[in-house]
T-cell receptor
Framework: GEQVEQLPSILRVQERSSASINCTYENSASNYFPWYKQEPGENPKLIIDIRSNMERKQIQGLIVLLDKKAKRFSLHITDTQPADSAMYFCAASHSGGSNYKLTFGKGTLLTVTP | EAAVTQSPRNKVAVTGGKVTLSCNQTNNHNNMYWYRQDTGHGLRLIHYSYGAGSTEKGDIPDGYKASRPSQENFSLILELATPSQTSVYFC????????????FGPGTRLTVL
């Protein structure tokens, strides 16, 4: 199986600063690491992902870093805005043929204050 | 845009009653998933399916059954509902190919009294 630990569980930052969320996983065979954003009362939505053949990926103000040796990956949100306030989930997936499923971290509640 | 719908959106059930949560996807995805979300636990996988006729146990399958009668539909069944199953349930679909993205439905809020 897989276990994913996510920290911190609560994160509060000021507008225009950076926010960082860290996750660790156990299964060295995991090869896909997505990040989902969930706004209150909504469903989770994919915001960025990274595969094991990459160490860094950036989409606009979102940066994901992957350290396979340490089994650690992280999400960095630069120049945060109040609209970034939400619950964020990391996940890890071990895929092989049809056999893939996501194991999620417990989530980080991010609040960006004006 | 991926389309996953769930019904009902809200459900109140009594302890010991049978509850069926339904999910429909129009993405023609092979894989479908049922999760529950509870504060402090994130999203936990209950059952999943690789295609019509298949169901697999996820990480927390006890007390739940699943049914995948067609490519489009995936149901979660609580034969004897208990208050501990009060939660928000999300269905998701995903492709088997290069994209591992899972598309989530809007969720069903289930309260078992």
């Amino acid at each position: 199986g897989e276990q994913v630990e996510q920290l911190p569980s609560i994160l509060r930052v000021q507008e225009r600063s950076s926010a960082s969320i860290n996750c660790t996983y156990e299964n060295s065979a995991s090869n896909y690491f997505p990040w989902y954003k969930q706004e209150p009362g909504e469903n989770p939505k994919l915001i960025i992902d990274i595969r094991s053949n990459m160490e860094r990926k950036q989409i606009q103000g979102l940066i994901v870093l992957l350290d396979k040796k340490a089994k650690r990956f992280s999400l960095h949100i630069t120049d945060t805005q109040p609209a970034d306030s939400a619950m964020y989930f990391c996940a890890a997936s071990h895929s092989g043929g049809s056999n893939y499923k996501l194991t999620f971290g417990k989530g980080t509640l991010l609040t960006v204050t004006p | 845009e991926a389309a996953v719908t769930q019904s009902p959106r809200n459900k109140v059930a009594v302890t010991g009653g049978k509850v069926t949560l339904s999910c429909n996807q129009t993405n023609n995805h092979n894989n479908m998933y049922w999760y529950r979300q509870d504060t402090g636990h994130g999203l936990r996988l209950i059952h999943y399916s690789y295609g019509a006729g298949s169901t697999e146990k996820g990480d927390i399958p006890d007390g739940y059954k699943a049914s995948r009668p067609s490519q489009e539909n995936f149901s979660l069944i609580l034969e004897l509902a208990t208050p501990s199953q009060t939660s928000v349930y999300f269905c998701a679909s995903g492709d088997r190919g290069h994209s591992y993205e899972q598309y989530f439905g809007p969720g069903t809020r289930l309260t078992v009294l």
